[in-house]
């Protein structure tokens, strides 16, 4: 049985539940693709086995609950702990993170927003925010403004095509591999980046960036 069977039968099974427990697991598990999901229960709807608006809102429940346990997850790591574990990774230094701390205090409440809308970073985006210890309540706002206009423009496409919604699956899937293609070049190239950077800064001779805070981190085991 492949993913769509599932969803079908599960939706079938357990209505709005149902489709509140996949979008949750779906923002927990980004290879389950939302973009499949939620047209599904826009045809329930459209047959009139489900109101449209309960599935809109069971969507946006299971949005938040799996928002909810990423962000838990960073709030648990914690941004002390990432710094300590950023300086014993090799290629990336404290510098990094520490401007990745300056970016989140700037576009953090954006990404979050529009993050929602962009596969595979819409599950991810919660755990930076997170770490970082964005307020609950605006970070619950943003998800839940970001999260519902994704879920209504896909539940709203399943209701408006019914039974015809399996012409739009292609190019869903053809837009979500695009958007990870890109995700994948972007880290080849930023780890390209943080290699070059090594190389040139010993060629150069200069010293590791982060050394005198390993030193401080091991003088603290002793």
Avoid: C, Q
Avoid at 108 to 125: C, E, Q, T
Avoid at 177 to 188: E, F, G, R
């Amino acid at each position: 049985m492949n993913i769509v069977d599932w969803a079908v039968e599960t939706i079938d099974a357990f209505g709005g539940p149902g489709v509140a427990f996949l979008i949750a697991l779906e923002s927990i598990f980004p290879p389950i693709p939302s973009e499949v999901i939620l047209p599904l229960a826009g045809v329930t709807a459209a047959r009139g086995e489900h109101n449209l608006i309960v599935m809109y809102l069971w969507a946006a429940a299971g949005s938040m609950v799996g928002a909810y346990v990423l962000y838990g997850i960073g709030r648990a790591l914690g941004a002390e702990r990432l710094r300590r574990l950023v300086i014993r990774l090799p290629l990336v230094h404290v510098e990094d993170y520490d401007k990745s701390v300056r970016f989140m205090d700037r576009y953090g409440y954006a990404g979050v927003f529009f993050g929602r809308m962009v596969p595979g970073i819409r599950s991810l985006v919660s755990i930076p925010a997170g770490v970082y210890e964005m307020n609950l309540v605006r970070f619950s706002l943003l998800t839940l403004a970001g999260s519902g206009i994704w879920n209504a423009i896909f539940v709203g496409l399943g209701y408006g095509l019914g039974e015809n919604w399996h012409v739009i699956e292609p190019y869903t899937d053809v837009i979500s591999n695009v958007v990870y293609v890109i995700i994948v070049v972007i880290a080849l190239w930023w780890g390209i980046r943080l290699l070059l950077r090594e190389r040139r800064r010993r060629r150069l001779g200069l010293p590791d960036p982060d050394a005198e805070e390993l030193r401080a981190l091991d003088a603290e085991k002793d």
